[in-house]
C-alpha cells in the first residue's frame, strides 16, 4: 500500500536523551546509503535483525516499517520491537518511533562523503523516554539509551559498515 511521504522535519534539540554512534566507512557514500535505507535487508545482513517489514511505504524508500532486533546480554538475545515512520532523503534517512516502547523517538542517519572510497557516518537517537514521570527519564538515561539504543545502533552500523566495505569494488 502506498502513502503520502511523511515529513518528519528537523532532528528535535530539545530531547533529554542522545546517543551517538559514528564511524568513518571505506566505501563511497553511493554505497553507504543504499545500505543503510534498504531496511528490509537488514535482517539478512545483520545476525541481531529478527525482521524489518514495511506496513506502508512512499514513493521515496520511506514509509512505516515495523522492527524487530536482539540485543545481546552473553547467551541471552532480549528481543526488541519497535514500530517508526520513515523517511529517506539524499542526505539521510530518518525515523520517529510511533509504537513500541520507544515511542517519540527521532533517529537520524548522516552521511558525509570524506573522499570518493570514504564516508563518515552519524546515527543520532534523541527521546525524552517513556512518559512515566521520574522513572521514564531514568531508563532512558540509566537503561534504553545506553544499554539497548546504542548496544543496537552501534552493532547495526558495524555490521553495515563490513558489509559496504567488502563488497566496494566489486
Known sequence: MDTMTV????????????T???RAVRAPWSRVH?????VERWPALLPHYRFV?????DHAKGGVVEMSAYRPFGILNWPTWWLSEMVVTENTVRF?????????MDVEWTFDPRSDAATFVRIVHVWNGPP???????????VI???F????ASRTLAGLARVAERTHGE
Do not use: N, Q, W
Request: aromatic share 4%; net charge positive; charged share 25%.
Open 53 to 57: 517489514r514495511f506496513r506502508s511505504r
Open 145 to 147: 539509551g545506553p544499554v
Open 149 to 152: 539504543v546504542h548496544g543496537i
Open 96 to 104: 520517529r518511533h510511533i509504537g513500541g516502547i520507544t515511542t517519540g
Open 132 to 142: 512515566v514521570p521520574v522513572i521514564g527519564p531514568m531508563a532512558a538515561y540509566g
Open 7 to 18: 515529513d518528519l522535519g528537523p532532528m528535535p534539540t530539545d530531547r533529554r536523551m542522545r
Open 20 to 22: 551517538v554512534d559514528e
Open 34 to 38: 543504499a545500505l543503510a535505507s534498504d
